[in-house]
């Protein structure tokens, strides 16, 4: 449930801190007080539109906070632990927007978006001003209405994953659909980029290997000159290795009298050993070592058409090879398309079958539980005055199997409105088309009664629910008001007596100039204040006994319909 309201710099508000409480919480006041600018940050906080006018006259900014306290539903739950929000019982909303555009949302600390704040709320708050009631009557979201009443979604998942093998099908079938002569010129390009990689007989790393033999063929004098050098070095007029076997000699001659020399001894063996070993392969290599003229022409062709396939089909051969692979797939797949055209046909004329049993089957559930919805909707427009209304929920004509491709949605197949009538004799007719203002009010208000069984929002707000209602009817209102806030909290703002005197708790919206300053402030009503705004909105003499005494009496007579709920 909302806790409290912070405002700050918004319209006439400086600072205005409001505490709600449970149930039904109702917010008077004298016209032009401040009530829809109370709506209107509300409104901002849990994500509506920017309004720049609405930022307080010589201020730069705006800034609005929601605190909401446990029960929270799953969604929210879910939610807040998918933006990675840290909660426990409570959900501090705060939203910030300045005169040059920059806009900061942040719950509990962490910052989010526009989108995402939306998608929180809208599991926390259910807010209804005076216009926001036409979205109820809209037929496109009828169908939506309805299906809020339906028990067993897991119909609607499964029509969900079988709409979704249908796409996977349906997207196969029109790639497979490609015109005959596009997919003749596909094949002549996929064989000869198959041919022209198969040809090459391409091996991983044969790139680098060959050119490195082409480097070494290039320096081949360098390196024939290195090698004789070095093997002069060694084994020469002047030989390494005669020179170590002399030195081996003299030590070993005198190694008896000298531990350390008999270790050095074995060193001049070992390096001796080594350098016969380094010497032989130097002359193999010596051996070998020649320049071939018609090998380096190989090596270089050979290097020019690996090149040349890199710049074609990939920057490796590797990835040369992995290309090869995908196009010798989509080559088989354009040539065995006939058969997987028929293959595919089939497989979708199957699942269009249990599709079509299953969108019958959530016609069913809706016809049935429109029934039942069309008793509840007349049942609460007879307790608002309205008996004589006529109601029923309108279906399109169900498709046959050949058409019902045509005519899948997201969510069947179904189209619904709402028809009314408001007077005996008249026919019925779409409720969007006919309703007056005052109708559509306490339709609203009526629907949001059955809708409150279904509903795991905790706060509703109704901003001037009682626009062109007086009367008995006014108080026929705040029973529905108390009906829902039987179970959910109820934000309303009001002009009628009858919803004051039905409120649990009673906030009054004043305004007064302080320093030519004008500010705007929310004070909870204590019993004798609140029968006193009683007897105000029931035009009485203020103070005046007679005037009290109305109030009392309209006061109790609430408290009395509350008891038996």
């Known amino acids: 449930m909302l806790k409290n309201l912070e405002i700050q710099n918004v319209a006439l508000i400086d600072n205005l801190n409001i505490e709600f409480l449970p149930k039904l919480n109702v ?9 829809s600018i109370i709506i209107d940050a509300l409104n901002f ?22 605190m909401f306290l446990t029960p929270f539903s799953e969604n929210v739950k879910n939610l807040m632990n998918e933006y990675d929000i840290e909660f426990d019982n409570e959900i501090l909303i705060s939203r910030k927007a300045t005169v040059d555009g920059k806009n900061d949302i942040k719950v509990n600390g962490v910052t989010i978006t526009t989108s995402m704040l939306k998608n929180l709320t809208s599991f926390l708050i259910d807010i209804h ?11 496109k979201y009828h169908l939506e209405i309805i299906d809020s009443f339906i028990k067993e979604k897991d119909l609607f998942v499964k029509y969900q994953d079988k709409l979704s093998t249908l796409k996977e099908v349906q997207l196969k079938i029109k790639k497979l659909n490609g015109s005959t002569e596009n997919q003749e010129r596909m094949l002549d390009l996929l ?25 070494a063929m290039i320096n081949f004098e360098k390196i024939h000159d290195s090698i004789n050098s070095a093997i002069s070095e060694i084994d020469g007029q002047t030989s390494i290795i005669n020179g170590i076997k002399k030195s081996y000699n ?25 350098l016969i070993d380094i010497l032989e392969i130097l002359k193999q290599k010596q051996s070998e070592s020649n320049f071939n003229q018609s090998e380096f022409d190989l090596i270089d062709e050979r290097l020019d058409k690996i090149k040349l396939l890199k710049k074609k089909y990939g920057s490796t051969i590797k990835e040369i090879l992995c290309f090869l692979e995908k196009i010798k797939t989509e080559y088989d797949t354009i040539t065995n398309s006939k058969d997987l055209l028929k293959k595919s046909l089939k497989e979708k004329e199957q ?36 008996k004589n209304s006529k109601f029923a929920v309108e279906f399109n004509k169900f498709p046959s199997l050949d058409n019902f491709e045509s005519n899948i949605t997201q969510t069947g197949c179904d189209e619904v409105r709402f028809l009314f009538s408001a007077n005996a004799g008249q026919s019925l007719k779409p409720l969007s088309e006919i309703i007056s ?57 009001s002009h009628l007596p009858q919803i004051c005197a039905m409120a649990d708790n009673n906030i009054k919206i004043t305004k007064k100039v302080v320093d030519s300053n004008t500010i705007v402030e929310a004070m909870l009503l204590d019993e004798e204040s609140c029968l006193n705004e009683i007897s105000r909105l029931s035009g009485g003499l203020e103070n005046s006994d007679a005037s009290i005494n109305h109030a009392k009496e309209l006061r109790n007579r609430c408290l009395v319909y509350k008891n038996n709920l």
């Open 250 to 274: 003299f030590l070993n001659n005198v190694s008896k009298f000298d531990s350390d020399l008999l270790s050095l001894t074995e060193r001049l063996q070992n390096s001796k050993f080594e």
């Open 45 to 66: 906080v849990v994500g509506g539109k920017v309004l720049k006018s609405l930022i307080k006259q010589g201020q730069t900014f705006m800034k609005v906070k929601a």
């Open 437 to 493: 203002g005052g109708e559509a009010s306490r339709f609203m208000l009526g629907l949001k009664n059955i809708l409150a069984e279904n509903d795991n929002i905790s706060s509703m707000v109704f901003d001037e629910i009682d626009t062109g209602i007086s009367g008995d009817m006014g108080y026929k209102v705040a029973c529905k008001l108390a009906n829902i806030a039987n179970k959910h909290q109820v934000m309303s703002v």
């Open 129 to 139: 001003g005076q216009h926001e009631h036409q979205h109820l009557l809209k037929d």
């Open 27 to 35: 917010l008077s006041g004298e016209t032009g007080a401040g009530k």
């Open 351 to 386: 699942i269009l079958n249990e599709l079509y049993e299953f969108a019958k089957e959530i016609r069913q559930k809706r016809e049935s539980v429109s029934k039942n919805f069309e008793q509840q909707v007349l049942k609460q427009l007879s307790d608002l005055g309205m």
């Open 191 to 215: 064989s000869y980029q198959i041919n022209e990689i198969e040809d090459a007989k391409l091996i991983i790393g044969e790139d680098e290997e060959l050119q490195q033999k082409k480097v």
